[in-house]
């Protein structure tokens, strides 16, 4: 993994706060954006504690940052239950899962982070599990083995995925809520930052310059909480803690974050392309190579939100550099059609290009399960 990023959306030590955080919103109704998920989750809670039913399960996708626990957490809430937080690639073995699973208490919330990670083998208890609230456990081998069935308590499975589309088929169709998370609108981002000066008891912001650090933000809740925090220390030590737009400015130029919300690995990954391979094509190894990066983390970390901005194209031939990427980083703009895959909603309107899921593989951390509400 290449050093840490202030613009990386993955949670990073500094992020880590607990689930009670007053940063975090406290009840679904603060909070802020993904207006269809929060509306389609309201009407869901409402009914089935009316019912005194338990929660859909609900799979939580998009990228990192945007709020999957957040919400998963919100909902343990609004139900009055607990939540327990579990991560797909720490469940190694089927007996992580079943002890979490017996653990449960009625309505209780079990959140399963990075989901498309679980092991095939700890997957196949989950389908009884979800859909008629029992286990089937083998005990004994040869001729002696036995089958027997525990019953659990009504639950809610909260699964969480950057990568929706490996997940199997089996396991996609037993969540009876599905919701892909967009990224940020520059005005909610604001309203986050707003709520986050009261809480940090940061006076006199003007909104200039909450929307200096919402534009450079990369559409993402996590991103933008970070830079308010580097822009209220450089405050507090170059300008006796008063803000504006240009403290913002000096702020961020100081982390190496530009107008766009793009820093020195991401300039440095265009300018590679731009003079190097005089915009492309070119493969992705190969600028990995020249940069002396992990192909995994470009893939991952860097040309998301460059394809989405539109800085970057992904051809069948390798990876093009756009016009308005070329102009960015002043180099000349690559000969013939450069225009990047369009698909799907994203930052900058429905008919802008959406990032590319990418597939890397990783180390697998030692299972831990943790409970109840952590984050
Ligand atoms: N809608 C929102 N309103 C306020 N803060 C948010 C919102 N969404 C996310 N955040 C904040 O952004 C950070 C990242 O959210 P998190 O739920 O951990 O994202 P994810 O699980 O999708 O990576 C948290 O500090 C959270 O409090
Ligand atoms: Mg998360």
């Not at 720490?90 to 990075?114: C, M, N, P, S, Y």
């Not at 940020?184 to 707003?194: N, S």
């Not at 020195?264 to 190097?276: A, K, P, V």
């Amino acid at each position: 993994m290449a050093k840490q990023r202030i613009v990386d959306a993955k949670a990073q030590r500094v992020d880590k706060r607990p689930a009670g955080s007053p940063l975090r919103p406290q009840r679904l109704s603060e909070y802020v954006g993904q207006r269809d998920l929060i509306e389609k989750l309201s009407i869901t809670l409402q009914a089935v504690c009316e019912r005194g039913e338990p929660m859909e399960h609900i799979l939580l996708h998009g990228p990192p940052g945007l709020g999957k626990t957040t919400v998963a957490h919100l909902i343990a809430v609004e139900m009055g239950t607990r939540a327990y937080t579990a991560s797909g690639p720490a469940l190694t073995k089927a007996g992580d899962l079943i002890g979490t699973l017996t653990r449960l208490q009625q309505h209780d919330v079990l959140f399963i982070d990075e989901i498309h990670r679980l092991p095939p083998a700890v997957e196949e208890y989950i389908y009884p599990a979800m859909e008629d609230f029992k286990i089937d456990i083998t005990v004994d081998s040869g001729r002696h083995a036995k089958v027997i069935t525990m019953a659990l308590q009504p639950f809610t499975l909260i699964g969480a995925t950057t990568r929706a589309g490996l997940l199997s088929g089996a396991l996609r169709n037993r969540f009876g809520i599905s919701h892909h998370l967009r990224f940020y609108p520059q005005e909610d981002l604001v309203t986050i930052l707003r709520r986050a000066t009261e809480v940090l008891a940061i006076d006199e912001i003007p909104i200039s310059a909450l929307g200096v650090i919402a534009a450079r933000s990369r559409g993402t809740p996590r991103v933008t909480l970070r830079l308010l925090r580097r822009v209220r220390d450089f405050a507090h030590v170059r300008a006796g803690g008063r803000i504006d737009e240009q403290i913002v400015g000096e702020a961020l130029a100081l982390e190496g974050v530009d107008e766009l919300g793009l820093d020195e690995l991401d300039r440095s990954y265009l300018r590679t392309l731009g003079q190097t391979y005089h915009g492309g094509p070119v493969g992705l190894e190969a600028i990995a190579a020249t940069l002396a990066e992990d192909s995994g983390t470009l893939e991952d970390v860097v040309e998301p939100y460059l394809l989405q901005i539109g800085f970057l194209a992904r051809t069948r031939q390798g990876r093009r550099l756009t016009p308005a990427a070329a102009k960015h980083v002043r180099c000349s703009a690559p000969q013939g059609d450069a225009e990047p895959h369009r698909s799907g909603d994203s930052l900058f309107g429905p008919n802008s290009p959406r990032p590319q899921p990418a597939v890397v593989a990783r180390p697998r951390p030692a299972p831990t399960i943790h409970g109840p509400v952590e984050s």
